[in-house]
């Protein structure tokens, strides 16, 4: 059973940094594109940032520069480190991966910025 467990989310100040974490079970965790998506109040899901299974980072624009994707593959776990948070990061943060054709999320972590 494919598993995905999201922690870190939290109240921060503008400016402020969070590190999210998504420990996984149930597949190949070290074989799979793994990606982290946002999703705020009123607002569809959106892709924020992923990484290939060789560890290659690609990220939304708006998210570049100021967050960084990586994966522990012995681990299972992914991570986003968010820096210079904005108000407009707040939303609900999902780790992700495609098996087959089967989409997976995580239950979620909340980020709220704000002073």
């Known amino acids: 059973q494919v598993q995905f467990v999201e922690s870190g989310g939290d109240l921060v100040q503008p400016g402020g940094s969070l590190r999210l974490s998504c420990v996984t079970s149930?597949?190949?965790?070290?074989?799979?594109?793994m990606d982290w998506y946002r999703q705020a109040p009123g607002k569809q899901r959106e892709f924020v940032a992923g990484?290939?299974?060789?560890?290659?980072?690609i990220y939304a624009d708006d998210v570049k520069d100021r967050f960084t994707i990586s994966r522990d593959n012995a681990k299972g776990t992914l991570y986003l480190q968010m820096n210079n948070l904005k108000p407009e990061d707040t939303a609900a943060y999902y780790c992700?991966?495609?098996?087959?054709?089967?989409?997976?999320w995580g239950q979620g972590t909340q980020v709220t910025v704000s002073s």
């Open positions: 992700h991966t495609t098996l087959g054709f089967q989409g997976n």
């Open positions: 149930g597949f190949t965790f070290s074989s799979n594109f």
């Open positions: 990484i290939s299974a060789g560890g290659d980072p």
